[in-house]
């Protein structure tokens, strides 16, 4: 069976009556958690952006918090969920401002984790990745935002 394409489903979500369509909505969020956890986020938190952006960092705070340090796998293990975690997040808001912050504290928090992260390839590549990807997101926003985030950006 072929999926429909996105155009032809708006197409027809737009004739359905709003019990239907609520009825639909609650099916799919049956059946992924990720599904479930977007329908949440545009439900409960999409009308305050900056109060979810400090509900992620608290819960990335947390995560940063139980990282084992014992051995660079074990940390190369945790950094990575929690930027899994992070990007996440991120695709659910689809906002290059959400995405900058929240990255920006990714790179700060790992470089403040005490993690020698220099010593490790993957790891320094990580970091690199993670740049880039702000300093893109960072050439998105409006000029006012590009120049605080960009002296943000200049601290790590």
């Known amino acids: 069976m072929k999926a429909a394409t996105v155009t032809e489903l708006k197409k027809e979500l737009h004739q359905l ?28 938190n999409a009308d305050d952006e900056a109060d979810y952006i400090e509900k ?16 660079v796998y074990f940390a190369k293990k945790s950094l990575r969920k929690i930027l899994r975690f992070t990007n996440k997040y991120i695709k659910y808001s689809s906002q290059k401002q ?10 700060v928090k790992m470089k403040n984790s005490g993690i020698s992260y220099q010593r ?3 790891l320094v ?3 690199a990745r993670q740049k880039q990807k702000i300093e893109k997101a960072i050439s998105k926003l409006h ?3 590009q ?3 960009q002296d943000e950006l200049k601290k790590i």
């Not at 992620?56 to 051995?71: G, R």
């Not at 959400?98 to 790179?107: D, F, Q, V």
Request: proline fraction near 2%; aromatic fraction near 12%; glycine fraction near 0%.
């Open 17 to 44: 009556d709003p019990k239907t369509l609520a009825e639909l909505c609650l099916r799919i969020a049956k059946y992924k958690k990720e599904n479930k956890e977007l329908l949440s986020y545009l439900l409960f």
């Open 56 to 71: 992620v960092k608290s819960e990335m705070d947390e995560q940063f918090a139980e990282i084992n340090k014992s051995h």
């Open 98 to 107: 959400t995405e900058a912050e929240l990255l920006i504290h990714y790179c």
């Open 120 to 122: 490790d390839v993957s």
């Open 125 to 127: 590549n990580l970091y």
């Open 143 to 145: 000029e006012d935002l």
């Open 147 to 149: 120049f605080d985030y």
